[in-house]
């Protein structure tokens, strides 16, 4: 498992989030082709690179993930609720809006196929473990976006239903388990907003009390490098 010991310091997650409150670019490319590592004085130190699907977070016209992407294996590591609406706009001219809570949960499904995959078996049992691992998101990478969408969703809060650690991995579990109680809760809040709005469509809200502006980027600011 080599450098992802260190997991709780994922650069990733910091360097996102870095890169949208510094420099005002969203990646929109995290996967395992795009990170790399090199020791420093002992410690692994992760390098996001492949800035080609980049944007100017600042700019609204330049909001759209690219469609080709999609196809070359990408929807392994892409946000849910990316998927789906790419799936429900598919062929549309509709652009898409990707958030700094897009680029986290890409390096929420980057830790975990690193984690399912990575590590070496120690014995014949595991090998098994890790084969069917590599075919789980084998599966994900073939499925169209419509079809993966809701398998990922499920995963995304009850990973261990589908993805088995080996020996090496098993102290990365309870990072990946925090993971899944914020997906929980981001779900819930936004279940709880969407509730809102419906009630207040419908004029079930008060009228002296307006719905308050939601951070829909952070989901009121439970995704955050702080997190």
Not at 1 to 6: D, H
Not at 124 to 147: A, M, Q
Not at 151 to 179: C, G, N
Request: a neutral charge; glycine letters at 4%; proline letters at 4%.
């Amino acid at each position: 498992l080599g450098p992802l010991s260190n997991t709780t310091d994922f650069f990733f997650m910091v360097g996102s989030h870095d890169l949208k409150e510094i420099a005002d670019t969203l990646h929109r490319d995290i996967d395992v082709t795009n990170v790399v590592y090199e020791e420093r004085n002992g410690k692994p130190y992760f390098i996001l690179i492949d800035f080609d699907q980049a944007i100017d977070a600042t700019n609204k016209e330049d909001s759209s993930p690219r469609r080709t992407r999609v196809r070359d294996g990408n929807g392994v590591f892409m946000a849910v609720d990316l998927m789906r609406v790419l799936d429900n706009h598919r062929g549309s001219k509709r652009k898409v809006a990707h958030y700094l809570r897009h680029d986290f949960e890409s390096v929420f499904w980057l830790s975990l196929y690193c984690s399912a995959v990575f590590p070496a078996p120690k014995n014949e049992k595991e090998e098994d473990i890790k084969y069917r691992n590599e075919d789980v998101f084998e599966k994900w990478r073939t499925l169209s976006i419509g079809d993966a969408a809701p398998v990922k969703w499920y995963v995304r809060t009850r990973w261990w239903q589908k993805i088995t650690l080996v020996s090496k991995a098993q102290f990365l579990k309870p990072w990946l388990d925090r993971w899944t109680t914020l997906w929980i809760k981001v779900e819930t809040r936004e279940n709880e907003r969407l509730w809102e709005e419906d009630r207040s469509r419908h004029g079930h809200g008060r009228r002296d009390s307006p719905l308050h502006p939601f951070d829909w980027e952070t989901a009121e600011g439970l995704l955050t490098r702080d997190r």
